[in-house]
């Protein structure tokens, strides 16, 4: 099994900066991608962006030239910087930690509890 903890939610003024982080614990292959998605009231899931453990990034649109990885990543965490944050980034935050299917046989994903994100003035 896999747990997922994360942290750093809150609110934070417009232009402003937060930091999620996340730490998976339990039985961790070494393939695997890591991420970040967020549901806004009334709205589906959405990606925000997700990190493999190779270090390749993705980065929604909507992220792009705002949010990133920090360099140095350890094994197992997948800490989000989000800089210049807008009203619209308001949401509940979700860690992601996915296996592919070639790896195990079949895909898994696990989830987090979610973080609250809160952007207004």
């Known amino acids: 099994q896999v747990q997922l903890v994360e942290s750093g939610g809150g609110l934070v003024q417009p232009g402003g900066s937060l930091r999620l982080s996340c730490v998976a614990s339990?039985?961790?292959?070494?393939?695997?991608?890591m991420g970040w998605y967020r549901q806004a009231p009334g709205k589906q899931r959405e990606l925000v962006a997700t990190?493999?453990?190779?270090?390749?990034?993705n980065y929604a649109d909507s992220a792009k030239g705002r949010f990133t990885f920090p360099s140095g990543n350890a094994k197992n965490t997948a800490f989000l910087q989000m800089n210049s944050l807008k009203p619209e980034d308001t949401a509940v935050y979700y860690c992601?930690?996915?296996?592919?299917?070639?790896?195990?046989?079949?895909?898994?994903?696990?989830w987090g509890q979610g973080t609250q994100v809160t952007v207004s003035s």
């Open positions: 992601n930690l996915e296996f592919p299917a070639w790896l195990i046989g079949r895909k898994q994903v696990y």
């Open positions: 339990g039985s961790i292959y070494r393939i695997y991608t």
């Open positions: 990190i493999t453990s190779d270090g390749t990034t």
